[in-house]
């Protein structure tokens, strides 16, 4: 891919591996409010939708759309205190990140996670610097896939980029679909938390079995000086 100006990450399942950390935070929220306690394979399915969509998947639609914020808060208050246990960088994430900003690529953070749980996440990663833009949950009044998250959080910063010198990188069918919905280069992280036929299906411009990969996407070296190995 030529002229690479601006890249947007999915966190959880593309920069860091994190399903430990949810498991242990969605189990115990429900379990709080009475639902059944959701398998690795169940939760690991909704990674990459809001906290909302994936209570109403995970109990079924039992869960009454008046108690969904209250469970969205035991979840995000658990994964402050846990959360830096269960979540670690993938190989080649800091990497990949540095190396991009050192050659003038902008990069953009979109999570779905609560802003509370993020930062301090990032700073214990010392990733925060590798970022221009940052976007929690929280901090948004749109969600992936629309193109309106683009259109209001994000185009206005990086407003002489067009959209196909930028690219997308997520390892769900939600992170695809954004990047074809705001015309921009769709890249699958396939060692991540989605679902292999679902994204696949989605016919993305790139596929990445590792970060590392996105360095010959964008055409930079896989070393630079001063980088650690």
Excluded at 178 to 190: E, K, L, Q, R, T
Aim: net charge negative; hydrophobic share 40%.
């Amino acid at each position: 891919m030529n002229n690479v100006k601006l890249a947007i990450f999915d966190f959880d399942g593309t920069l860091v591996s994190s399903i430990d950390g949810i498991a242990v935070c969605m189990q115990s929220a429900l379990k709080r409010f009475g639902y059944d306690t959701p398998s690795r394979d169940e939760l690991r399915a909704t990674v990459g939708k809001t906290l909302e969509e994936s209570i109403r998947i995970l109990t079924a639609s039992r869960c009454p759309e008046a108690e969904i914020p209250m469970v969205v808060r035991a979840y995000r208050e658990m994964y402050v205190e846990v959360s830096s246990q269960y979540t670690n960088l993938f190989d080649g994430a800091e990497r990949v990140l540095t190396t991009f900003k050192r050659n003038g690529i902008k990069n953009v953070l979109v999570s779905n996670k609560g802003s509370v749980g993020l930062y301090p996440l990032l700073d214990k990663l010392q990733i925060t610097g590798c970022f221009d833009v940052v976007l929690a949950a929280d901090q948004v009044c749109h969600t992936k896939p629309s193109a309106d998250l683009y259109e209001t959080h994000i185009a206005s910063a990086f407003r002489e980029i067009p959209t196909d010198q930028t690219i997308v990188v997520g390892d769900t069918a939600t992170d695809i679909l954004f990047a074809d919905n705001i015309g921009a280069v769709s890249c699958w992280a396939s060692y991540g938390y989605g679902d292999a036929g679902e994204c696949m299906n989605l016919n993305p411009k790139h596929v990445i079995a590792t970060l590392a990969d996105l360095l010959t996407i964008a055409r930079l070296p896989a070393r630079e000086p001063g980088l650690m190995p």
